[in-house]
């Protein structure tokens, strides 16, 4: 028997867009979320960049480890507040599915040649063309054919031009709607796990110092009750253990916030959920501290000289794929150039980018460019 969750959970999905029979052992979200692990299109996550450049180095994250943390740090959380489980799951590791190679560098830059030809590109926007229409894995099909409540969640920002595209998936941007909690839930869960899981990796990385570290209030509160526990602890236990408590102390503050807003709002089922603001979110005080570290991070990971150095290399490669494949269609591979007709040249070209790995695109570059034997 199904588990049934909270009356202000989704408990049933709205269907698909091709209609199917219900599937015999699982729910319809846990057929969404074994489609989205089966795609192609998860498996190349596994080499495109979160922070690093995948081959800076074999232990840090990507995006495929960085959406199986989002999947985790969701279904702790939708288990407390009694959520639907398997949709935040869904929709946590479907939620990058559209990222380009080299993080949002990669991205910046593909847009920017976009707007050279009229259009946008945005990942969020991406991974929905890639679930609805570029994966190719069944007869009857474009996509996976997810549920209406899994493309809500992975569509988590929208232009009102892109809204009225999409017809009944775009109305909640059109009438100013909140989405589902699960899809809220699953926002807030990324939030989380790249704030503490980038500040991991930065300290991996020598880019951070737990002396800088100690700006942050968040973290410096956390550091305090560590080593008042355990005074002889330094080096990479001591910042394994501070890179924990932030995260557990974050997860235990967005519950604590969540269930405060569900009372304070009355939230008994779905439909006032749609009509509230937004319910998964941390009390103001720990929002404040959350923003924050955004900020030191910004400021002192991202903006690092050596991130920044990646950052500009790999611009110059997604410009100089994406000029290249525009100047002639006839570099593009047979399927893709088969789409030109119906999609748009660039729309194709910003498709095939976006869905290479790092190598994969370094190694496209230095096909189209380098010169050898020279």
Do not use: W
């Not at 997810?146 to 232009?159: A, D, N, V, Y």
């Amino acid at each position: 028997m199904l588990q049934r969750f909270a009356e202000y959970a989704i408990n049933s999905s709205r269907g698909r867009f091709y209609p199917e029979a219900p599937p015999k052992f699982r729910s319809d979200f846990q057929r969404d979320r074994d489609r989205i692990i089966h795609s192609s299109a998860f498996r190349r996550l596994e080499y495109k960049t979160q922070v690093f450049i995948n081959h800076e180095g074999d232990l840090f994250r990507t995006r495929l480890t960085h959406s199986l943390e989002v999947a985790q740090v969701g279904r702790s959380i939708a288990n407390a507040l009694n959520l639907n489980v398997d949709l935040v799951e869904a929709i946590c590791l479907a939620h990058d599915l559209g990222h380009t190679p080299f993080g949002h560098s990669g991205q910046d830059v593909l847009n920017q040649c976009m707007m050279q030809y009229g259009e946008h590109f945005e990942h969020n926007m991406q991974s929905l063309r890639i679930v609805t229409k570029l994966e190719e894995r069944y007869a009857e099909f474009d996509g996976l054919n997810l549920t209406f409540e899994t493309l809500e969640g992975i569509l988590k920002h929208c232009s009102l031009d892109n809204a009225k595209r999409l017809g009944e998936l775009g109305e909640r941007f059109l009438n100013k709607r909140q989405p589902s909690l699960e899809a809220q839930l699953a926002n807030l869960a990324d939030e989380l796990a790249y704030n503490f899981h980038d500040l991991d990796d930065g300290l991996r990385a020598n880019l951070l110092s737990l002396e800088q570290l100690e700006e942050v209030q968040i973290i410096r509160e956390q550091l305090l009750v560590i080593t008042k526990k355990y005074p002889q602890l330094k080096g990479r236990r001591l910042h394994k253990e501070l890179v924990r408590h932030l995260i557990n102390v974050s997860i235990y503050e967005l519950i604590a916030g969540s269930e405060y807003n569900l009372q304070r709002y009355d939230i008994k089922v779905v439909d006032d959920v749609y009509q509230a603001p937004p319910i998964i979110r941390y009390h103001d005080e720990h929002f404040i501290l959350q923003n924050e570290l955004k900020k030191f991070l910004l400021k002192n990971l991202y903006k690092h000289y050596s991130v920044m150095q990646l950052r500009y290399k790999a611009e110059n490669v997604i410009r100089a794929l994406f000029s290249a494949f525009m100047s002639d269609e006839r570099l593009l591979p047979d399927q893709f150039q088969t789409r030109i007709a119906d999609d748009g040249h660039a729309r194709v070209v910003a498709d095939y980018i976006s869905g290479m790995t790092d190598r994969y695109a370094f190694r496209q570059y230095n096909r189209l460019f380098a010169v050898e034997g020279v």
